[in-house]
C-alpha cells in the first residue's frame, strides 16, 4: 500500500512525501472470510493502494486518492485495527505495518493487538 505523511502535506506548499507501506495482518477467524477481504481491509484503510502498471489517467488518481487520505504508520495499523475489533469474524488478531520512507534514511513501524466481535470482551 502507499501512505502519505499527513505532516508532510500540512507544512508543503507543493504537496506531500509519501511511503510504501507493507502490511501483516494475522488473525484468528471463525467462518467464513477470505485473504481477498482481509487485503480489502488494507487497501481500504491506507491511503492508495500500489499498482504495477499505471497509465497517466490513473497515475493522477493515485495520487489525489493518497494525498486526499494522508496517514502516519500508525493511523494505519489504528484504522485496521478498528475494523477487525468490529467484525464477527474475527478474534485475535495482530496488524503491522513497516512504511519504507522517501525521504527519511529510515523505516516507520507500527503494530496492534487485539480482539475481534467473534470473542468476548
Not at 10 to 37: C, F, P, W
Not at 71 to 78: A, G, N, Q, S
Request: hydrophobic content about 35%; some cysteine; overall charge negative.
Amino acid at each position: 500500500m502507499t501512505s502519505l505523511c499527513p505532516c508532510s502535506k500540512k507544512i508543503s506548499d507543493y504537496g506531500a512525501h509519501n511511503q510504501r507501506s507493507h502490511i501483516t495482518i494475522t488473525a484468528d477467524v471463525v467462518g467464513e472470510m477470505t485473504l481477498e477481504e482481509l487485503a480489502q481491509v488494507a487497501e481500504e484503510e491506507a491511503s492508495c493502494e500500489v499498482f504495477g502498471l499505471l497509465k497517466r489517467p490513473d497515475e493522477k488518481w493515485v495520487t489525489e486518492r493518497a494525498y486526499d487520505n494522508p496517514k502516519f504508520v500508525e493511523d494505519l495499523v489504528r484504522d485496521i485495527a478498528l475494523r477487525m475489533k468490529r467484525d464477527p469474524r474475527v478474534g485475535q488478531f495482530t496488524v503491522s505495518s513497516e512504511n519504507f520512507e522517501s525521504i527519511h534514511n529510515h523505516s516507520a513501524y507500527a503494530e496492534v493487538e487485539g480482539v475481534g466481535a467473534a470473542l468476548p470482551d
